[in-house]
T-cell receptor
Framework: EAQVTQNPRYLITVTGKKLTVTCSQN?????MSWYRQDPGLGLRQIYY???????DKGDVPEGYKVSRKEKRNFPLILESPSPNQTSLYFC??????????FGPGTRLTVT | DQQVKQNSPSLSVQEGRISILNCDYT??????FLWYKKYPAEGPTFLIS?????DKNEDGRFTVFLNKSAKHLSLHIVPSQPGDSAVYFC?????????FGDGTTLTVKP
């Protein structure tokens, strides 16, 4: 089954404690992307990757890091999380027509 | 400045009637404009797209219209069903950069 998986699905953490949200896709897509969704603000792109070792900033990259060492994986790293990073996060992958397949989401709370 | 706008945060429609969701954009640099549907506690799922060289695309009950001169898209759902109740996002990807509207919550009443 074609899918994008994210882990963990729910995470409560404290300010400053480094965390990683994993994302994996099994569709051999070159394009992958991370988004956050906040109430009333829709989907905002954090980082994207056009291929292995190629990443670039989206609209809201501050406080986040990513890496793309393998085609299937695109982890999101928060080196020092802060309460304003409390949000719902989605990973997505896509093909040439830019139709994106989204993961189920990770709800992150930073206290 | 928001590049994709969905000016109606919510829309309520009776089952069997037409739902029309609207989307305005400012940047014409896209190959495809896409609509996604999102249910609570799930990730968005692709619904329908339209190429920048077309003015209409139809898929079953869903039709998207593109008016390039007005920089406006609309998604028509006919007939609307209660299972269509969800949040709908419009957006596009250009050279990897993706931009979405804030979404419209559609409620279809039985």
């Amino acid at each position: 089954e074609a899918q994008v998986t994210q882990n963990p699905r729910y995470l409560i953490t404290v300010t400053g404690k480094k965390l990683t949200v994993t994302c994996s896709q099994n569709m051999n897509h070159e394009y992958m992307s991370w988004y956050r969704q906040d109430p009333g603000l829709g989907l905002r792109q954090i980082y994207y990757s056009m291929n292995v070792e190629v990443t670039d900033k989206g609209d809201v990259p501050e406080g986040y890091k990513v890496s793309r060492k393998e085609k299937r994986n695109f982890p999101l790293i928060l080196e020092s999380p802060s309460p304003n990073q409390t949000s719902l996060y989605f990973c997505a992958s896509g093909g040439v027509s830019y139709e994106q397949y989204f993961g189920p989401g990770t709800r992150l709370t930073v206290t | 400045d928001q590049q994709v706008k969905q000016n109606s945060p919510s829309l309520s429609v009776q089952e069997g009637r037409i739902s029309i969701l609207n989307c305005d954009y400012t940047n014409s640099m896209f190959d495809y404009f896409l609509w996604y549907k999102k249910y609570p506690a799930e990730g968005p799922t692709f619904l329908i797209s339209i190429s920048s060289i077309k003015d209409k695309n139809e898929d079953g009950r869903f039709t998207v219209f593109l008016n390039k001169s007005a920089k406006h898209l609309s998604l028509h759902i006919v007939p609307s069903q209660p299972g269509d109740s969800a949040v709908y996002f419009c957006g596009y990807t250009n050279a990897g950069k993706s931009t979405f509207g804030d979404g419209t919550t559609l409620t279809v009443k039985p």
